[in-house]
């Protein structure tokens, strides 16, 4: 087992390096100048001199040709070290790990919630083959699948806010009020709209793989001997059809940082999302590098605690790496 998790933290590092490498290639070669809120007339508000640009620029680290800005780059950020904003000339890691418990907790949530409403709604998908049950929670897959978040979003808004009054349209705390309770009640509308997606993809996986394993012989061995059919479905079937869905959690856990962009945008949700989508807008190269990286490290993450998932899920998997590596 260590030399498999050895393995795998060498692979993960290797990814990081080329993931920096290609993110850092794409903001260095876009068109405009990072220092454009400074240099431009009719959007700056600041009268700087070319001195101070050119201490700005160092400062940010913009000088120097491709190689050196990259190295001094990842140098200053495996050290902690994350830059500082373009726009607001404020330290980048500051800023994300302020609005990254926000963004942590809806996706978070959304992610929870999708798995638990996609097991048993797979497993009584796939039970009922091509039955009504299975056509409906199909349908419904199907429109989850194909729905636009944004556009449900404001549908939600308009319905549960505007008409009936049920939960805040925006925000994520009302003024004055300090209470879990109340940030609950503004994060009930953005997860499920953040959920509908990964519980409609979680649904089709487990139904095909409940479809797949109802046809083993240990699965039939189990009816026949009297066992009853929940109970096969639960015991037997469902740890064989987990192994995809740690995949998909796994998958998604870099969605935790970069998920929400749309949906944050439009219930105004003060986490990554909007951080990310302000920095796009007034071209913040270090706040956009500094999510990037941070969702890299989490997908990273995310994938390898499958890998180690996938051992106590399936202990096959773990007796043919003892055997590989023996």
């Excluded at 189990?222 to 064989?240: C, E, F």
């Excluded at 856990?253 to 986490?271: H, K």
């Excluded at 999510?291 to 499958?306: P, Y």
Aim: with cysteine; aromatic share 10%.
């Amino acid at each position: 087992m260590s030399h498999f998790i050895g393995k795998r933290l060498v692979q993960m590092a290797v990814v990081f390096v080329f993931v920096s490498m290609f993110a850092f290639s794409i903001i260095y070669f876009s068109p405009g100048d990072p220092l454009y809120l400074y240099t431009s007339p009719s959007v700056s508000v600041y009268k700087m001199t070319d001195e101070q640009l050119e201490d700005m620029r160092e400062s940010l680290g913009l000088t120097g040709n491709a190689a050196q800005r990259y190295l001094n780059w990842a140098g200053k950020m495996l050290h902690g070290d994350w830059g500082l904003s373009v726009s607001n000339h404020q330290p980048v890691k500051k800023q994300i790990m302020d609005k990254l418990p926000n963004t942590i907790g809806l996706m978070g949530a959304a992610l929870l919630l999708s798995v638990i409403l996609a097991i048993p709604l797979g497993l009584l998908a796939g039970s009922y083959k091509n039955k009504w049950v299975d056509n409906i929670i199909s349908g419904i897959s199907y429109l989850g699948i194909s729905l636009p978040a944004f556009w449900f979003g404001i549908m939600l808004i308009i319905v549960f806010s505007l008409k009936l009054g049920w939960f805040p349209s925006s925000g994520m705390r009302t003024i004055g009020v300090n209470s879990a309770a109340d940030v609950v009640r503004h994060g009930v509308l953005p997860v499920i709209v953040l959920s509908v997606n990964n519980t409609a993809v979680f649904v089709r996986y487990i139904r095909s793989n409940t479809i797949e394993q109802r046809e083993e012989e240990y699965v039939m061995t189990a009816i026949s001997k009297g066992v009853p059919k929940i109970q096969v479905m639960y015991r037997h079937v469902l740890k064989n059809c987990l192994l995809p869905i740690i995949t998909m959690v796994g998958m998604n856990f870099g969605t935790l940082i970069t998920g929400s962009f749309i949906v944050e945008s439009v219930f105004g949700w003060p986490g990554l999302g909007t951080l990310c989508m302000d920095a796009i807008n007034s071209r913040d190269y270090t706040m956009i590098m500094g999510i990037t990286m941070l969702a890299c490290i989490v997908l990273l993450i995310g994938n390898f605690l499958a890998d180690i998932l996938y051992g106590f899920a399936d202990p096959r998997i773990k007796r043919g790496e003892e055997r590989e590596n023996g």
